[in-house]
């Protein structure tokens, strides 16, 4: 099995900028795409942005400019940073990791990213 563990959510005001790093362990050769989801009050979960094993990325059109994923395979590690930070960016944020040939996602426990304006 794979466990994942986010760090690096908090507080920040409209503008400023948080950078989220969720760390990989356990049977990480069974992970493919690594990415970002968040969940706001009240809304479905949606993606934020994935990145696959050999760097191709995509993000979702709301934080295209402003966010950007990062991976480090060797490290079994993926990273959002996060600028330019809007209210409507507050959100319980997940870092997920895909089974490359399927079979249910793995899910971290969710880091709290709360932007005032």
């Known amino acids: 099995q794979v466990q994942l563990v986010e760090s690096g959510g908090g507080s920040v005001q409209a503008g400023g900028s948080l950078r989220l790093s969720c760390t990989a362990s356990?049977?990480?050769?069974?992970?493919?795409?690594m990415g970002w989801y968040r969940q706001a009050p009240g809304k479905q979960r949606e993606l934020v942005g994935s990145i696959k094993r050999g760097g191709n990325t995509n993000a979702a059109d709301s934080v295209e400019g402003r966010f950007t994923i990062s991976r480090d395979n060797a490290k079994n590690t993926v990273s959002l940073q996060m600028s330019s930070l809007k209210p409507e960016d507050t959100a319980v944020y997940y870092c997920?990791?895909?089974?490359?040939?399927?079979?249910?996602?793995?899910w971290g426990q969710g880091t709290q990213v709360t932007v005032s304006s």
């Open positions: 997920n990791a895909k089974r490359p040939y399927g079979g249910p996602d793995y």
């Open positions: 356990g049977i990480t050769f069974s992970i493919g795409a």
